[in-house]
C-alpha cells in the first residue's frame, strides 16, 4: 500500500506472554507509518525489549519527520518505546483519546504537553491521507481505541483480532496457524470481554474494509477471515464440548476422570481433557471458547482443593467463558470444604452449576453410577439446546 510501511518487530523467540501464558508461535508487535503528502503519523510502537529493532525499521523507511504518534493502547508492548519515539523525533505529538493520555502520563511518565488529544470519530489529516479514531472502550482496556485510514480502507485495530503469531509473512496467507494464534490471544485478552467484542464487531462491519492491521501478528488482507472467527467465539452460541479440566494426588480422583471422559464420550459429548500438573493453560484457555460445558476435578488437599484446581478455577472465573454448564467432581480423605471454596473462586452468571460429586476415598460401584448420572445431565442439557441428536 503506498505510503503506508509495517515498521514493526517479530518477536521469534517470545515464548511466555505476561509471564502467565504459553505461546507456542512467537509473535510480534506491529507499528505502521503513514507517509502522507503533508504529515506522517506512526501508529503505535513496539515492546522496549525491541527497540533496536524497531529504530532501525524506522530507518530502512526513511523517516526525517514524525508529525504524529497514535497509540491506540498504553499497554508497553505497544506503548512502550513513545519515550524513544519522542526523543528521536522530538517534535511529534502523541495522539490519542483521554483515558489512554491518563494511563500513559501514569504508565510512561510522558508529559501532559506531547499529547493531541481526540475525541470518537474525530478525524486528522495527514494531507492525502485521513485518520478517524474510533474509541473502543474494554477490549482489552478502557482506553483502546481503533484509528481508520479512510482512502486505504486499513483498520488499524491493536490488540483486538490480533494473533500470537511469529512469521516473516506480513499477511495472514497462513490460515491455519493465524486461526490458531487469533484463537488463544482471543481465548485469554478478549474473552472476558465478550459483550464489548461483539459491539465493536458490529461497529466495524460497517466500515469499507481493504485491511485490518492489528498490533499482534500478521495483517488481514481478507478481513472477513478474521471478523468470522471473532464473530463465532463471541457469540452466545456454544458446542456439543465438554472441558474436562482435573488433577489427582494418589489416582482415586483421576479414576474418576477417566471414567467420566468415557461416560461423556459414549453419550456422544466431545471431550477436552486436561491434567492441570501438565497442561499449559492456553491449551485450556482455547478449549475454553466453545464449550458448552466445564467440568472441574479436584482431590481434597487440606480441606481444600489441590491448588492446580484452585488456580485453574481462578482462571476459568476471569476469563469467563461462555458456558452453560459447571460441574465438580472428586475424591477426599476424611473430610472436605471443595464445594464451599470452588463456589466462592468460579461463578460463571449464565451457567448453570450440577450436583457435585465428591466421594470419600476410592471409588465404588455407587460413586461410578453417581459420575454416568451426572454424564447424563450433561447429555440431557446438551440435548436440550440442540447439541446432540
Ligand atoms: Fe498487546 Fe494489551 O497489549
Not at 483421576?254 to 459429548?269: D, F, H, K, Q, T
Not at 484446581?309 to 467432581?329: D, E, H, Q, T, W
Not at 463456589?343 to 459420575?371: M, S
Amino acid at each position: 500500500m503506498p505510503g503506508v510501511y509495517a515498521v514493526g518487530v517479530v518477536d521469534w523467540d517470545r515464548r511466555l506472554f505476561e509471564d502467565l501464558m504459553p505461546i507456542h508461535q512467537g509473535t510480534s508487535y506491529n507499528a505502521y507509518l503513514i507517509k502522507g503528502s503533508e504529515k506522517t503519523a506512526l501508529v503505535d510502537t513496539v515492546d522496549p525489549a525491541k527497540k533496536d529493532e524497531f529504530f532501525s525499521n524506522l530507518k530502512k523507511v526513511g523517516v526525517e519527520r514524525l508529525d504524529y504518534i497514535i497509540s491506540n493502547h498504553t499497554e508497553q508492548d505497544h506503548s512502550g518505546c513513545i519515550p524513544d519515539v519522542l526523543s528521536a523525533y522530538p517534535g511529534a505529538k502523541v495522539v490519542t483519546n483521554t483515558k489512554c493520555k491518563e494511563l500513559l502520563m501514569d504508565h510512561l511518565h510522558l508529559s501532559e504537553d506531547v499529547f493531541v488529544v481526540i475525541q470518537d470519530e474525530e478525524s486528522l489529516s495527514l494531507g492525502d491521507k485521513t485518520l478517524v479514531f474510533k474509541l473502543a472502550p474494554w477490549v482489552h482496556w478502557p482506553e483502546t481505541m481503533f484509528t481508520y485510514l479512510v482512502e486505504d480502507k486499513i483498520l488499524f485495530t491493536c490488540d483486538f483480532l490480533g494473533s500470537h503469531l511469529a512469521t516473516s509473512e506480513l499477511f495472514a496467507v497462513e490460515e491455519e496457524r493465524v486461526y490458531i494464534g487469533a484463537k488463544s490471544y482471543y481465548a485469554e485478552i478478549m474473552m472476558p470481554f465478550r459483550d464489548h467484542v461483539k459491539r465493536h464487531l458490529e461497529k466495524i462491519e460497517k466500515l469499507p474494509l481493504a485491511y485490518i492491521a492489528p498490533s499482534h501478528g500478521p495483517v488481514y488482507h481478507k478481513p472477513e477471515f478474521i471478523l468470522q472467527a471473532y464473530r463465532d467465539w463471541s457469540s452466545d452460541e456454544v458446542k456439543n464440548r465438554a472441558v474436562l479440566a482435573c488433577v489427582s494426588m494418589h489416582d482415586s480422583t483421576a479414576l474418576m476422570s477417566e471414567y467420566l471422559v468415557e461416560a461423556l464420550v459414549n453419550r456422544g459429548i466431545t471431550v477436552d481433557r486436561f491434567n492441570l500438573t501438565y497442561t499449559e493453560l492456553t491449551n485450556l484457555s482455547m478449549a475454553l471458547v466453545d464449550a458448552a460445558t466445564i467440568l472441574l476435578g479436584t482431590p481434597t488437599m487440606l480441606v481444600g482443593p489441590h491448588p492446580f484446581a484452585l488456580s485453574a478455577a481462578y482462571l476459568i472465573n476471569v476469563l469467563r467463558p461462555k458456558a452453560r454448564l459447571l460441574g465438580l467432581y472428586g475424591s477426599y480423605g476424611w473430610g472436605s470444604r471443595v464445594v464451599d471454596i470452588i463456589n466462592q473462586n468460579l461463578r460463571l452468571p449464565q451457567a448453570k452449576t450440577l450436583e457435585p460429586v465428591l466421594i470419600k476415598g476410592l471409588p465404588r460401584k455407587e460413586d461410578f453410577q453417581k459420575l454416568d448420572n451426572l454424564a447424563e445431565e450433561v447429555k440431557r442439557h446438551h440435548q436440550e439446546w440442540g447439541l446432540l441428536a
